[in-house]
């Protein structure tokens, strides 16, 4: 009896235990599946980072005020998850808070035209870094408003016409387009593993003192 007893013992801790390790191994292989992006879910994606390559520290002594001259550091990240290498451009538009945004429901860029551009071919799975350094080097006070001239990105000079009531409230913004190679044009928006079509778009916001 006691014999019988230890064997049902014996087989009930080994059921115990290959099921224990069955959910275990189950419980590693969804986490792994849900932290690493599938080939199949294709999608770009766009960061802006900060001057310490994180989110925040976007504006000199943590102020959203930009003084002429006043050098500013950005990182622009974009990340390739499509299945394929892909030849991006982000697009840099200065806009101020009446100008027409990025439309996240119909996936059309502004209407505004970009003051600046930056080419990357991104390969499979890869992140590539892009550093934004700018500066405002002309600005015009005009009745109540502050007009932005021009600006300096990475050591180009670039003449602009952006207004903003009382200096406040400019904004740039940072659009991804993807090259199509059937069409052999840029393009704002593309088309996901689901079939629906997605863009992607970051904004900074910020004032001007003169």
């Known amino acids: 009896m006691i ?3 230890n064997i049902t013992t014996l087989i009930r801790s080994r059921i115990f235990l290959m099921s224990l390790v069955v959910l275990v191994t189950l419980s590693m292989g969804v986490a792994y599946v849900a932290s690493v992006p599938r ?7 766009l960061s802006t980072l900060g001057s310490n390559m994180m989110v925040g520290d976007y504006y000199p002594n943590n102020k959203k005020d930009i003084e002429l001259l006043d050098n500013v550091r950005w990182y622009i990240q974009v990340y390739n998850n499509m299945g394929s290498a ?7 538009k200065l806009l101020n ?3 027409t945004a990025p439309d996240d429901n119909t996936h059309t860029p502004s209407p505004i035209e970009h003051v600046y551009e930056f080419k990357r071919l991104v390969a499979k799975g890869e992140t590539v870094t892009i550093p934004f350094e700018w500066s405002v080097t002309s600005i015009l006070s005009i009745d109540n408003s502050k007009v932005i001239k021009g600006i300096s990105i990475n050591g180009d000079i670039v003449e ?8 406040k409230d400019f904004r740039i913004v940072f659009e ?3 090259y199509n190679i059937e069409s052999k044009e840029f393009e704002f928006s593309w088309v996901d593993s689901s079939n629906e079509k997605r863009s992607v778009w970051n904004q900074i916001w910020f004032n001007v003192k003169s």
Not at 39 to 45: A, D, I, P, V, W
Not at 86 to 92: G, H, K, N, P, S
């Open 97 to 99: 808070s009446e100008q």
């Open 176 to 178: 991804l387009w993807r």
């Open 39 to 45: 080939e199949h879910e294709r999608f770009l994606s």
């Open 160 to 167: 602009v016409d952006a207004r903003a009531e009382d200096g």
């Open 3 to 5: 014999a019988a007893n």
């Open 86 to 92: 892909e030849y991006i451009a982000v697009r840099v």
